[in-house]
């Protein structure tokens, strides 16, 4: 198998259900999961930690950027 590089997201357009992400705020880490509902209109998305914890992540708010997944990632 092999791994998505990791990137920055700057739109909605470019998520999609299932993708693994980290949200940061001036380049601090705040928040990483996956993202479960996507909303264009807003300008946000849903996600979840692997612990369970959802969030709304705002573009406007927030650095989105891919996490690498596949080996390189564990």
């Known amino acids: ?3 998505v590089a990791p990137g920055r997201i700057r739109a909605c357009r ?5 993708m693994d992400i980290e949200a940061r705020v001036g380049g601090v880490w705040h928040f990483a999961g996956r993202v479960l ?14 612990a369970g914890e959802r969030r709304i ?18």
């Open 14 to 18: 470019e998520l999609s259900a299932g």
């Open 57 to 74: 992540i705002e573009f406007e708010e927030y650095e989105v950027h891919r996490r690498a997944s596949g080996p390189a990632a564990a």
């Open 1 to 3: 198998a092999h791994g």
């Open 37 to 50: 509902e996507i909303h264009p209109s807003m300008g946000l998305f849903w996600a979840e930690s692997p």
